[in-house]
């Protein structure tokens, strides 16, 4: 049977979706008596097809060729030479419809297990708008999510020049529906989203955090472009889940796609940032100071950017290279810095002010006393009080459910259920419930607190 007639009979015995999502750019590279080897587009897929398909993929081979055989997975490799000779001789000119970081690019980001599924799912993306729809990129801040949503960008504005590229952040999205609602011209709005763009990237979508009428618009948008085939890319420091407030319906899309993780680099991968980081800037950075950046700095990139940034003007001011005892002082200076602020996602900030801060602005409004709130009381003010202080501190302040639990001295599914009680009463319109939170949340707001978010 020759390697054509095989890759035939599979798709023929194999289901329609898992051969569309996965194998549809699959070939036969090499075939004898006792191994069938299967070409496969990217890493990405080569890895996905292993683990949860090469069970089916052998059984069926196998019954087709009438005897086992070994089943393996390469990645195809491209033949340059007809790569160049291929396609029009000039280029379309890309239809870019925002600004993007040209350094942000797939061969600028760095891979480690913390990233690489995130990494090859944007690549596959970008590679193949619309067929994983949407693309939704969570993790902490200064981890990478927004690189690889440039990235995306910047390759399908090099590969694929007749597509529209829009990116802009969830804030962005409301400034603009906003203004074009006092301008009462939504129309022109809708159409610049729905119908004049084919590639949707929208960064920080928490941001959207209780704002319903724009969730309602973005859900719309986001129907109209799925259902169109243009691609969605999402991207939030948190999971599509744990959007609070967010409309059911709009959760239940993003869900509908691929979610992945940015997850904090090891040692080994910051090590490796660190010196790519060095290089896009003409740094000379040997081994020994990067790696103690690596080991030193390691909260998110951005710190670790900026110390980079300040050892290449130490070295600018100074002459002299950048050394294990110069890093060591920016570091130091930057940890100083840190440490004099109270930060909102930290175990600190849960012990301290903040979370002190939240518990008396939730007392006195609902006029209360600290020893009802922590009583077994169940009259209306003191256990709404509670489920608000629950709803708060897991969607505010990050505070793990059962964190939450064992401070306001209830099990688990009791602190759950209050905070999706919450939940619910506000997706519903529960404005005098909305306006008693809003007021929590503005109080904590104007406190004169040095707050970093970073």
């Known amino acids: 049977m020759f390697k054509d007639d095989l ?4 798709k023929m015995n194999i289901s329609r979706e898992t051969w569309n999502n996965w194998l549809s750019t699959s070939e036969i590279v090499h075939m004898n008596e006792k191994e069938v080897v299967i070409g496969l587009s990217n890493h990405f897929i080569k890895d996905t097809v292993e683990k949860k398909y090469n069970t089916v993929i052998k059984d069926t081979i196998t019954n087709i060729l009438g005897r086992e055989v070994k089943i393996s997975y390469k990645i195809k490799t491209i033949d340059q030479a007809k790569n160049r000779t291929s396609g029009p001789l000039i280029k379309n000119r890309p239809l870019k419809l925002s600004e993007f970081n040209s350094e942000f ?5 760095v891979i480690g297990e ?36 440039h990235a995306i960008a910047n390759h399908i504005l090099e ?7 829009k990116y802009l952040t969830a804030e962005d999205f409301m400034n603009e529906m906003m203004d074009s609602i006092r301008a009462q011209n939504m129309d022109n709005f809708r159409e610049r989203f729905r119908k004049t763009v084919d590639i949707l990237l929208i960064d920080d979508v928490q941001f959207l955090i209780g704002k319903n009428n724009v969730q309602n618009e973005l859900f719309h948008t986001f129907n109209s472009l799925f259902n169109a085939g243009k ?22 899309r993003f869900e509908m796609g691929l979610i992945v993780n940015v997850g904090t680099p090891d040692e080994d991968t910051r090590y490796l940032i660190a010196k790519k980081m060095a290089n896009m800037i003409s740094l000379n950075l040997s081994d020994d100071v990067a790696h103690y950046l690596a080991e030193n700095v390691n909260r998110n990139l951005r710190r670790l950017r900026g110390a980079i940034m300040n050892l290449m003007l130490h070295t600018k001011i100074t002459g002299e290279p950048a050394t294990v005892y110069s890093a060591k002082k920016i570091v130091e200076s930057i940890m100083r810095m840190n440490n004099s602020k109270v930060k909102y996602n930290s175990k600190e900030a849960y012990e301290t002010i903040k ?100």
């Open 105 to 109: 690019t797939f061969g600028s980001f």
């Open 114 to 149: 913390s990233n690489r599924m995130a990494y090859y799912s944007s690549m596959e993306v970008a590679k193949n708008p619309g067929k994983f729809n949407p693309l939704f990129i969570y993790g902490d801040v200064g981890l990478g999510k927004t690189h690889l949503m």
């Open 7 to 10: 890759l035939e009979k599979l």
């Open 231 to 252: 691609q969605v890319i999402v991207c939030s420091d948190r999971t599509p889940d744990e959007l609070a407030t967010f409309h059911p319906r709009l959760i239940s």
């Open 355 to 454: 979370i002190n801060s939240l518990i008396n602005s939730v007392l006195d409004e609902f006029e209360i006393t600290r020893d009802e709130l922590y009583s077994n009381s169940r009259k209306k003010s003191v256990s709404q009080s509670r489920q608000v202080l629950a709803y708060l501190l897991k969607i505010y302040l990050k505070m793990p459910v059962k964190n939450i639990a064992k401070m306001l001295k209830r099990n688990h599914s009791t602190i759950s259920h209050s905070i999706k009680k919450i939940d619910q009463s506000l997706l519903i319109g529960n404005n005098k419930l909305k306006a008693k939170i809003d007021n929590i949340k503005e109080k904590i707001e104007n406190e004169k607190v040095d707050i970093d978010i970073a």
């Open 159 to 165: 590969h694929s020049t007749d597509l529209r590229v």
